[in-house]
């Protein structure tokens, strides 16, 4: 067969048919032909059912990890709360899954899923944790595996927290594809995925967002036989949305209705994603304002034609926490609790130590993630790292940290306060980018599915319609 | 000279300055975009020179050479004094009350 042309505009017109073939999945049969399409339908019939998911990462060690109760972090709460306030404060030991994270969990069911399918391979476009994840679960399958990583800027200099990730990666025998800085990432990627005819381990399939609803579930589980409640609050790192979304269906799968559940990112707003220059100048890599707001805005600009992660749809709240909030609970959960994690998995630890101050003492609040740790993934390198490169790193209140220029570590950790955003604007906005690409007049069942992207009432999304048209 | 069969690492361009998408922040969009990547070296070569190397998974790419058997040397990063101090502090208020 003659070689395909291999510029960029020739390649990315053969993205759809690469994609179809990559993922396996006909998405046009969960289309209405404007806004709404299927996204239960789409859950059902290319997903799994809870029970199977369990067997299939039961099956490879994944999953079942332990909750654990941070008794001294409550402590440290409550010594900064209110009267009477601070809730009990658990985490979940995701680190304890093979790959170090709860990623093995998306990771388990995309790679079991490709093999079932008879792929030779996978391939997974990521600079986080996925990809040891991938590699992780490629390797037990016997399936070969490529990373493809944004991890350096024009300079040569990369990220310590990534490079770390691609030793891993490596370490469990997957190739790593290493770019620098921008979102022709995608363009390498459907070459990659075309030569070689893997199977394509978007974070954003049904089956890889399915993989977390274990994890939502086994909380449920865990609190009902350790407590004999449910949680009250479940605060989920949100970056793609994936581990939120999976995670609050879960929740609901285990008929835990009445859990809260919040979304936390690390505010890096004024950085530009794609900019070479702000590139190191971040020290955290993931969970941040960055990911999480505008694929909770448009979950379908990621690699599939429709995402699974659809965060919008089961958060109650989202709150943004600083960077500087993030490294001094990773110190705390070191030095009063023992563990030694990796920074970007307590983003969602910060603010559960600060939501936690807003609730009674006899409530609970749960972080549903840890990750492993090592060199470069740890707040040193990271603190040391944003030094050199010109990043202000000193006590103060985390309130006047600027992404890209300071990083400020509380001097008391009663300044450490999760902020709310504002999840109406984020939901009008989800509107209007529909309204913009599909159509201006939305039909009953747009309307509908609109209800349901935004977690409201068809009366708040049509006068959200009129008042989004009024300004198009 | 690097043997045939080595394990290397080599660099490419994959898009030149002016081949890259519009919609960039003009710092990225005045930079190629390059990539790196690990493999068997298939011929005797010098490090600078245009080479192919075969992937573990078996697929072939080519670039420039750049290094024989390459290691990482990220690390732990260098002393942050400010953790001690967050260390002191968070001791003395949950365990302080108990010395």
């Known amino acids: 067969?003659?070689?395909?042309?291999?510029?960029?505009?020739?390649?990315?017109?053969?993205?759809?048919?690469?994609?179809?073939?990559?993922?396996?999945?006909?998405?046009?049969?969960?289309?209405?032909?404007?806004?709404?399409?299927?996204?239960?339908?789409?859950?059902?019939?290319t997903g799994y059912s809870l029970e199977e998911m369990q067997n299939i990462q039961y099956s490879v060690n994944v999953g079942n990890t332990p909750i654990?109760?941070?008794?001294?972090?409550?402590?440290?709460?409550?010594?900064?709360?209110?009267?009477?306030?601070?809730?009990?404060?658990?985490?979940?030991?995701?680190?304890?899954?093979?790959?170090?994270?709860?990623?093995a969990r998306r990771a388990a069911n995309a790679v079991y899923h490709a093999k079932?399918?008879?792929?030779?391979?996978?391939?997974?476009?990521?600079?986080?944790?996925?990809?040891?994840a991938v590699a992780s679960q490629a390797a037990i399958a016997?399936?070969?595996?490529?990373?493809?990583?944004?991890?350096?800027?024009?300079?040569?200099?990369?990220?310590?927290?990534?490079?770390?990730?691609?030793?891993?990666?490596?370490a469990l025998g997957a190739e790593v594809v290493q770019l620098t800085v921008g979102p022709e990432l995608f363009y390498k990627f459907i070459l990659l995925l075309e030569e070689t005819g893997y199977f394509n381990a978007s974070l954003y399939t049904p089956f890889g967002i399915a993989g977390v609803e274990t994890l939502g579930y086994e909380i449920a589980m865990q609190f009902r036989e350790k407590l004999g409640k449910d949680p009250d609050v479940v605060v989920c790192t949100n970056a793609g949305g994936g581990n939120l979304t999976?995670?609050?269906?879960?929740l609901i799968k285990a008929g835990a209705k009445n859990t809260k559940v919040i979304g936390a990112s690390i505010d890096l707003s004024g950085l530009h994603m794609a900019s070479d220059k702000a590139f190191n100048l971040k020290s955290c890599t993931t969970g941040h304002t960055g990911f999480g707001v505008p694929y909770a805005v448009d979950p379908d600009h990621s690699d599939v034609p429709r995402s699974a992660a659809r965060?919008?749809?089961?958060?109650?709240?989202?709150?943004?926490?600083?960077?500087?909030?993030?490294?001094?609970?990773?110190?705390?959960?070191?030095?009063?609790?023992?563990?030694?994690k990796g920074p970007a998995g307590n983003t969602s630890l910060a603010a559960a130590f600060a939501l936690s101050q807003e609730m009674p003492q006899d409530q609970t609040i749960v972080v549903q993630e840890t990750e492993y740790t090592g060199a470069g993934k740890h707040l040193q390198p990271q603190l040391s790292f944003a030094r050199e490169n010109g990043i202000e790193v000193r006590f103060g209140d985390p309130k006047d940290e600027v992404p890209g220029k300071s990083v400020i570590i509380p001097e008391h950790p009663s300044l450490i306060k999760a902020k709310d955003m504002d999840l109406d604007r984020q939901k009008r906005s989800l509107i209007k980018g529909n309204l913009r690409k599909y159509t201006m007049n939305p039909t009953e069942e747009d309307y509908k599915y609109l209800a349901e992207e935004t977690k409201k009432d068809i009366e708040w999304v049509k006068k959200a319609v009129e008042e989004v048209k009024a300004t198009l | 000279m690097v043997k045939k069969g080595e394990w290397v690492r080599i660099h490419k361009v994959?898009?030149?300055?002016?081949?890259?998408?519009?919609?960039?922040p003009e710092d990225t969009?005045?930079?190629?975009?390059?990539?790196?990547?690990?493999?068997?070296?298939?011929?005797?070569?010098?490090?600078?020179?245009?080479?192919?190397?075969?992937?573990?998974?078996?697929?072939?790419?080519?670039?420039?050479?750049?290094?024989?058997?390459?290691?990482?040397?990220?690390?732990?990063?260098?002393?942050?004094?400010?953790?001690?101090?967050?260390?002191?502090?968070?001791?003395?208020?949950?365990?302080?009350?108990?010395?």
């Open chain 1, 68 to 103: 654990l109760e941070l008794k001294n972090l409550t402590a440290l709460a409550r010594a900064c709360a209110p009267e009477g306030k601070g809730a009990r404060i658990f985490i979940k030991d995701e680190a304890s899954n093979p790959s170090g994270s709860f990623k």
């Open chain 1, 246 to 250: 999976g995670t609050a269906r879960g």
């Open chain 2, 14 to 24: 994959i898009l030149k300055a002016e081949e890259r998408t519009g919609k960039l």
């Open chain 1, 142 to 170: 016997g399936l070969k595996c490529i990373i493809v990583q944004e991890c350096y800027d024009s300079k040569g200099v990369g990220q310590p927290e990534i490079v770390e990730k691609a030793r891993k990666c490596e």
């Open chain 1, 311 to 340: 965060p919008l749809r089961y958060m109650d709240r989202y709150v943004t926490i600083t960077q500087g909030d993030v490294f001094y609970i990773t110190e705390c959960l070191a030095t009063l609790e023992g563990l030694e």
């Open chain 2, 29 to 99: 969009q005045s930079v190629p975009l390059e990539m790196w990547t690990k493999g068997f070296l298939l011929a005797d070569a010098e490090i600078g020179d245009e080479v192919e190397i075969e992937s573990v998974n078996g697929r072939h790419e080519t670039g420039t050479l750049i290094e024989m058997n390459p290691y990482y040397t990220h690390d732990f990063g260098t002393c942050i004094p400010e953790l001690l101090q967050i260390d002191k502090q968070v001791r003395e208020i949950v365990f302080g009350g108990e010395k």
């Open chain 1, 1 to 45: 067969m003659a070689k395909l042309p291999q510029d960029y505009d020739s390649v990315m017109s053969r993205t759809q048919e690469v994609m179809k073939a990559a993922l396996g999945i006909d998405y046009s049969q969960f289309e209405s032909g404007s806004m709404a399409f299927d996204y239960e339908k789409m859950m059902r019939e």
């Open chain 1, 116 to 132: 079932k399918l008879g792929y030779k391979g996978v391939i997974a476009a990521t600079s986080g944790n996925y990809g040891a």
